[in-house]
Every structure is written in C-alpha cells, then in structure tokens.
C-alpha cells in the first residue's frame, strides 16, 4: 500500500470520526474514489445516499430501527403471503364462495397473490443472470435470513414460490425500454432455466435469493412503479458492496441496508423508469437530448457527425442514463463511478457529464465510422480506464 493510499484512508478516518460529519468534505474526497478498506465505501455510500444521518450518536438507533422494520416487511410481505396460501383451500367455504383462484375481485387474496407472482417470475428472471461476469451472486451468503430459512417453520421462500408456480408468466418481459434490449452486448448470457443453477443445501441461499427478495418488497411497497427491468441493475452494485464489507457486524445487515439506500436512489431517478414522464423535464429523453446539447457545446464537429449519421441518444445513452453506466464497465468500475455520482451535489447532472466525456474520448474513433461502426462502439464501448473518462467530466463540469 501505497503512503498516498495509506493518507487517504486517514483523512476519510478523521472526517468519519467527528461527531457530526463534514458533509462537504466528505464529498470531496469521496468524489475521487473511496478506499475499500475497513469498510470506508459502505459508510460513506450509507451517509451519501442519505441512509445514515450526519450525527454519528444516532446511527446506532436508527440502524437498529430500520432494520426491524425491515424485518417486518419480510414478515408482512413473505412469509404471512406464503402462511396464507398454505391455508387457502383448507376450508371448502373459502374457496367455493368466499375466495377462489377465479376470483377477480382485486381485494382476493388470490388475485393479490397471482398479480405479485406475475412481477416477481420477472424479478426471478433477472436476478438470476446479475453479473454474469462473476460467481459471487450464484455464491451462498455467509448470512441467510433466518426469519425466513427457520428450520421450525417450512415458511415458503421466494425461490420455492418460483418453482412451484404454474403460471405461464415467464414470457412476461416489463422491460422499461419496450423493445430495447437492456443487457450489455458484451456479457455473457446467463442460463435460462431454475434447473441449470446448482440448488444450495436447506439453511443456505444464494446472493442472487437476497437481491430477489430486496425487489420483492420495493415493488410491493411501490405499486405506482413495482418493479422494471434494470432495476436489478442498479441494486446489484450496491448490494455487492455492502455484502463484501471487511466488518462483518455491517455485513450481517447487508439485505437491510441494501434496500433503504436502493430505496433512497429510487427516490432521485425512479422517473427514468416511468414511461409516461419519458416527455417531461424530469424524464429520460430530456436528459438524452440533454447529453446531446452539452456535447454540441463542447465539440461541435462531433455532435454534427452523430446528426449526420442519424444517431439518435436512445441508441445508447437511454441505458447509460438510466442503469447509472452499470452495464457499461466491470463491477469495479461501476462501483468507482458510482463514488463520484454519490458524492456530487448533482450527482446526476454530473452523470450527463460522464456520457458526454464519454463520446469525447472516442471522437476520433467517432469520425472515422460509419453508422455500423460507431452503433457498435457505443453499445460496446471500448474505454476500459474510468478514471480517464471521470477526469475528463471533471474537466467538463469546471468548464462550465
């Protein structure tokens, strides 16, 4: 390690003892990457995302309160649904008269059931191909959630209700993009079928089980928007990196915390994930054409080379924007972006900065091609140094 690296890490560690955090410091140096060690990026996303509170004395309560009622979600949501159904159908009057799966009152607990079944096969789905470019989701957590894997109760888990369905929703695809494709050319497809995954031993369950479940209940408390592919996209990152942190009293609460700071992202860009806002200053193609008005301003030449050859944002900017780059670069890439999104005051007009730096660096490239080629560098973009794209935002952030 480095005496540089070892400085840095010091400076986070005087910042994070304070009593009360200096926000903007804290900003300043997580914009230039944050250290993994001793667990400095868990904590900071936490205070960056707005999960934990500046004042140091009231983490404990408030880590304490929100994973209970964490908790209680899993038991609301999971585990009563799962209850209820083994008990549906007990009695003959439940199912003849008073509920039945024909049910098409929109308060039957079977009709609740079917329509949860139909968002979480999509959920299965996508969860189970995240990061195919690595083993870790596939891997069993050192911490499964007992509440649900109790060996007393044979409570119904998400991945059982999967297998057991009968439904025929697989084919259901609520992809954001409608046609577009959101996965990146460049990864490797996941298997397609349950059965080509190795099934863990009783008591375990694997990563992918985890972020499954995080999806689960967003959508079940956000029924405006439930779930949309790419979602999965953007919880993986994060809960990749708070389910690797060296503490492993932070680790154990990794599901937790996952989903109150995926939750907090939502909160800023789940607009990108509306269609019918698509149109609205708040959407995804004003921020396309955003990308392109900043690069006008910038590079003129290259913004005309890209109107000569009808190259419109949405080809590729739609899911830079809208899956936050994660399906542009490999994990750790990702995850040192993701600093510089996380500690910037407008994280996401810097975002705009990064796709425009983007197109800069590859100009040259850019101007030499035809239509076919340059769709093909920009769907499989060739920069892997995000350091050198993050320096080159920068440049273009104080330039304005």
Not at 74 to 85: H, N, S, V
Not at 275 to 289: A, F, H, V
Not at 312 to 334: G, I, M, Y
């Amino acid at each position: 390690m480095s005496s540089l690296h070892k400085s840095r890490i010091a400076d986070f560690q005087d910042v994070l003892k304070e009593p009360t955090i200096a926000l903007e410091k804290l900003q300043e140096l997580s914009f230039s990457g944050i250290p993994c060690e001793g667990g400095l990026r868990c904590l900071c996303w936490k205070i960056l995302l707005n999960y934990l509170p500046l004042e140091r004395a009231s983490w404990t309560s408030i880590l304490a309160k929100q994973r209970e009622l964490y908790s209680q979600f899993l038991r609301e949501m999971i585990i009563q649904p799962g209850i209820a159904k083994a008990n549906m159908g007990v009695s003959r009057e439940d199912v003849t008269f008073e509920d039945h799966p024909l049910n098409p009152n929109p308060d039957s607990r079977w009709n609740t059931y079917f329509k949860d079944n139909e968002v979480l096969l999509q959920i299965d789905k996508d969860v189970r191909r995240l990061c195919p470019d690595i083993s870790f989701f596939q891997r069993a957590t050192e911490y499964p959630c007992l509440l649900i894997l109790d060996p007393q109760n044979e409570f119904e888990t998400l991945r059982k209700r999967v297998e057991q369905t009968t439904l025929k929703s697989q084919t259901v695809a609520r992809n954001r993009s409608g046609v577009t494709n959101m996965s990146s050319p460049h990864k490797n497809a996941a298997p397609s079928t349950v059965n080509e995954y190795q099934v863990l031993p009783n008591g375990c369950e694997a990563h992918w089980e985890v972020v499954e479940r995080i999806l689960f209940i967003y959508a079940k408390l956000n029924p405006g928007i439930a779930y949309v592919q790419g979602m999965n996209e953007i919880v993986g990152p994060l809960y990749y990196t708070f389910a690797t942190d060296p503490n492993s009293e932070w680790k154990e609460h990794a599901e937790a915390d996952t989903f109150f700071c995926f939750t907090n992202l939502m909160a800023e860009i789940r607009d990108n994930f509306i269609k019918s806002l698509d149109d609205s200053q708040c959407g995804i193609t004003y921020k396309m054409e955003k990308v392109y008005s900043t690069l006008k301003d910038k590079d003129m030449e290259l913004y005309l080379k890209l109107q000569e050859q009808n190259i419109k944002p949405q080809f590729f900017a739609f899911r830079w924007l809208t899956l936050l780059l994660s399906q542009e670069f490999l994990l750790p890439d990702v995850i040192r972006i993701w600093d510089s999104l996380f500690a910037d005051n407008s994280r996401f007009d810097f975002l705009l900065l990064v796709c425009c730096a983007m197109l800069i660096l590859i100009r040259e490239h850019l101007l030499e091609g035809d239509f076919t080629v340059n769709m093909r560098l920009l769907q499989d973009y060739p920069i892997t140094d995000v350091c050198q794209i993050l320096q080159k935002a920068k440049e273009l952030q104080d330039s304005q």
